[in-house]
């Protein structure tokens, strides 16, 4: 069974950058596709950016396009979500998931058998 745990969330004024982590322990990361997903109150878990086992392939929800990048770390076991320009409407809670589905999937919470417990991201001036 792995374990997620994200870090890196915070206040931050519009505009401004975070660059949230996802470090996981119990299995080898690579197993999984990983993902991260935002969730504001009163709304459902929404994707936000996945990237493949070995890190070749990315994608990412139209609204963050441009703006977000994923990335990974093999050694570190770690997933990161860079976040540049954010807006008000990415206030949310972050969580990064582990998929153990194929490529083609992974846009839905329901693809994502791990999640680690959330990490808060609010933009407001």
């Known amino acids: 069974q792995a374990q997620l745990v994200e870090s890196g969330g915070g206040l931050v004024q519009p505009g401004g950058s975070l660059r949230l982590s996802c470090v996981v322990s119990g299995r080898t990361s690579t197993n999984y596709m990983m993902g991260w997903f935002r969730q504001a109150p009163g709304m459902e878990r929404e994707f936000v950016a996945k990237?493949?086992?070995?890190?070749?392939?990315?994608a990412y929800e139209d609204s963050v396009k441009g703006r977000f990048t994923i990335s990974r770390d093999k050694p570190r076991n770690t997933v990161y979500l860079q976040m540049n320009n954010l807006k008000p409407e990415d206030t949310a809670l972050y969580y990064c998931g582990a998929s153990s589905t194929v490529w083609g999937l992974g846009r839905r919470a329901d693809d994502y058998i791990y999640w680690g417990q959330g990490t808060q991201v609010t933009v407001s001036s």
């Open positions: 990237i493949s086992r070995n890190g070749g392939s990315t």
